[in-house]
């Protein structure tokens, strides 16, 4: 936590933001980012022939969103927190336009990759819009608008790959980026005219040195994670990658605790409920992801193998869309436990819903409407744990450390799907059936990645039981904009 003092970013009279515009506005926001993540899954088996590029190398469309979106999310939140987070908030969604943009006019390898790291570059407007949130709302809004906009990623991951689906099979490829820009311009605008700028700033000096140490620690260790399966996990190239960011980042971390005004404050990261908060997270994230891998995959399969049912990719992202819907529907609902219970309890019975989900996927997978069941299930699950994860961070950090602590958890959220995507394909290419010649997912691969998702539930349940219960003034404290927040401190949580 920096000792620099908050600066007001309007010293005279402000007037009363529009709450429910502003959440509607920094919602839509959040599903237009989580909607570009998505966008490209359509297009990547016909990449190499639309760049003319070998599908090694165009699979870097893909990594290089996640690299960038890793480095970027805490760099933006911590500028966020500092020099204002509607500021930062316009930053992204502008790399996201201009992301799109690029890859629109793209028909190379190079400005694909260079399109979609900045497309990457917009991750941080759901942490941003969750901090904007805190400061702008008055406390009774707070649970339910943050649980809304928590729930805008899964909404806009479950309903962009339908959506991707459609445009590709009967528009130009190109077509997907430039209604990206389009739905990007559109939430440019609108941010513009309806969310007001945060009067809480922490001032002082960015601390570059440690963003770069953070982002080659990351790089090396998602490259790592991303890359090792085409590689080889025992290869030279992904053994050092993972010793260069076991060094990298031990290194980074001896250096903030030194600095005056570090990127991330790693003591307050250490307060109980910041850090087992964020390694709940990471198992979530890694459960989460665990669906999108296997139910798409189920659904696509032929069904000579006895256990695919041979649909079509429109199909496959129809099947998952109401798991989005079901998360929106269910923020207010996460809300009310939260304020009744407290977040960590949502957390946990969020948790418990996503095992039984995939309890339930373990035993029906036979049919399309057993899919959709299922995604309803997990998808409740993730609204209530993505629901209650902004309120927990926010309970335990200062209101000028509000954006940086949330990007933060975003962040470990991402490792723990890059981490599922890793090991659920390591778990998919061993277990395999013979097919025509073709090596195709078992049976038992897909019941054993299921297995894994669930047990990565029931470990986020344990974890988020050793979180400790906010004290009773926190949400009232949290939700306040003040400029004192910086000298005021956080609760401990402990």
């Not at 942490?127 to 904007?132: A, K, M, Q, V």
């Not at 729930?151 to 689906?165: E, K, R, Y």
């Not at 001896?254 to 908060?277: C, G, N, S």
Request: aromatic share 6%.
């Amino acid at each position: 936590m920096t000792d620099a003092p908050a600066s007001s970013a309007d010293a005279g009279a402000v007037t009363p933001p529009r709450t429910g515009a502003v959440v509607a506005v920094l919602a839509c926001a959040g599903i237009v980012v989580s909607l570009m993540q998505t966008l490209v899954i359509p297009i990547v088996p016909e990449l190499p022939k639309l760049l003319d590029a070998p599908a090694s190398d165009t699979a870097w469309a893909v990594t290089a969103t996640l690299l960038a979106a890793a480095v970027a999310t805490p760099v933006v939140g911590r500028l966020g927190d500092m020099f204002g987070k509607r500021r930062m908030l316009l930053v992204s969604v502008v790399m996201l336009v201009a992301g799109s943009v690029v890859c629109g006019l793209s028909d190379a390898l190079v400005p694909m990759i260079v399109g979609r790291a900045l497309q990457g570059l917009s991750s941080g407007v759901i942490p941003l819009g969750i901090s904007i949130m805190r400061d702008e709302l008055p406390a009774d809004r707070l649970a339910g608008a943050t649980a809304l906009m928590s729930a805008s990623l899964g909404v806009g991951g479950a309903l962009g790959l339908p959506t991707a689906a459609l445009i590709a099979d009967n528009f130009d490829w190109h077509v997907l980026f430039w209604a990206s820009a389009a739905m990007g311009a559109t939430a440019l605008i609108l941010v513009l005219a309806f969310v007001p700028e945060s009067r809480v700033r922490t001032g002082g000096r960015f601390d570059a040195v440690g963003a770069v140490g953070m982002a080659a620690g990351l790089v090396s260790l998602l490259l790592a994670i991303s890359k090792g399966a085409d590689w080889g996990w025992t290869s030279g190239t992904t053994l050092g990658l993972f010793a260069a960011a076991v060094l990298i980042l031990l290194t980074w971390g001896f250096f903030e605790l030194r600095t005056a005004q570090p990127l991330v404050d790693l003591r307050t990261t250490a307060r109980r409920q910041v850090l087992f908060t964020n390694l709940a997270s990471i198992a979530i994230g890694f459960s989460m992801f665990a669906m999108s891998l296997v139910l798409p995959q189920l659904l696509q399969l032929p069904t000579q193998t006895g256990y695919g049912l041979g649909r079509s990719l429109l199909t496959a992202g129809l099947v998952m869309a109401p798991s989005g819907l079901v998360m929106m529907a269910l923020a207010p609902v996460s809300a009310a436990v939260s304020k009744a219970k407290g977040p960590k309890v949502t957390l946990m019975i969020g948790a418990l819903i996503v095992a039984a989900g995939y309890g339930l996927n373990i035993v029906l997978m036979s049919e399309v409407w057993h899919l959709v069941m299922v995604s309803c299930v997990i998808g409740a699950g993730i609204g209530f744990t993505y629901g209650s994860m902004p309120a927990l961070i926010m309970g335990a950090v200062p209101a000028s450390e509000t954006a940086a602590a949330n990007s933060l958890n975003t962040l470990m959220r991402s490792i723990g799907t890059s981490t599922a995507s890793a090991i659920a394909g390591v778990v998919l290419a061993q277990m395999t059936i013979d097919l025509g010649g073709y090596a195709l997912p078992s049976e038992n691969g897909f019941r054993t990645v299921m297995a894994i998702g669930a047990g990565a539930a029931l470990l986020a349940f344990a974890i988020a039981s050793f979180i400790p219960r906010p004290r009773v003034a926190t949400p009232e404290a949290s939700a306040a904009p003040t400029t004192e927040a910086t000298s005021a401190g956080a609760p401990s949580g402990n």
